[in-house]
C-alpha cells in the first residue's frame, strides 16, 4: 500500500527586515518543532522513500530537521513547489516512481491544505479532518493512504485520510500554531 504524507513547513521567522518572503529562515520555534516531528516520524517508523520539498529556505530547513531522524532518504528540492497550486500538487505526484512506496511533501499553505482536503475521500468531519478544513498547522503532518493506486492514476477523493499531528501534539515545547 502507498502513502502520501503531507507537512507544511515548521514556523518561520519574520524578524529581517527586507528578507524576501522565499528567503525566510525557521524560528528557533519552529527549528524545534521540525526536529520533533522527525523524531516522531521515526518512533511512528515513517521512514519515507522519497522527499519532495519547496525550494523555500523555511521549507528546505524543516526539510533538513526531520531527515535527521530519518536516516538516509532521497531528498527533492524543486523551485516550483513553492508556489504550486493544487492542480500542479497532482501533476507533480502522478510523476512519482512506482518504487516510491511512502512519500513525504514539505510545502506551504494555502495549496498544502487544498491538495489535503481535495485527497481525502473520508466525509469532512472525519477527526482531524475538520481541523485541516479550518487550518493545516505549521510542521503539522497529515497522512493518506493510497492504496495501491499507482501514482499516475492519484486522482482528488482517492486517499483514505489516515491522520493530522501538530508539533504541539507531541512535544509542548516546540509549538506550532
Not at 48 to 64: H, Q
Request: aromatic share 6%.
Amino acid at each position: 500500500m502507498k502513502r502520501l504524507l503531507l507537512m507544511r513547513h515548521a514556523k518561520s521567522s519574520w524578524a529581517g527586515q527586507g528578507v524576501a518572503d522565499f528567503d525566510r529562515p525557521l524560528s528557533p520555534r519552529g527549528a524545534a518543532a521540525a526536529s520533533a516531528m522527525g523524531e516522531y516520524m521515526a518512533r511512528q517508523h515513517l521512514f519515507p522513500d522519497l522527499v519532495l520539498c519547496s525550494a523555500a529556505r523555511r521549507a528546505r530547513e524543516t526539510c533538513e530537521r526531520v531527515v535527521q531522524s530519518l536516516g538516509s532518504v532521497e531528498v527533492m528540492v524543486e523551485a516550483a513547489l513553492y508556489s504550486a497550486d493544487t492542480s500542479e500538487w497532482f501533476d507533480r505526484l502522478r510523476l512519482l516512481p512506482a518504487s516510491a512506496v511512502l512519500v513525504l511533501v514539505i510545502g506551504h499553505n494555502p495549496s498544502l491544505q487544498a491538495l489535503a482536503l481535495e485527497l481525502a475521500d473520508t466525509e469532512a468531519s472525519a477527526p482531524g479532518l475538520l481541523q485541516l478544513q479550518i487550518k493545516f498547522p505549521t510542521g503539522a503532518l497529515a497522512a493518506f493512504r493510497v492504496g495501491e493506486t499507482v501514482w499516475p492514476r492519484l486522482a482528488p477523493a482517492s486517499c483514505a485520510f489516515d491522520f493530522l499531528i501538530r508539533p504541539k501534539d507531541i512535544s509542548p515545547q516546540s509549538v506550532s500554531d
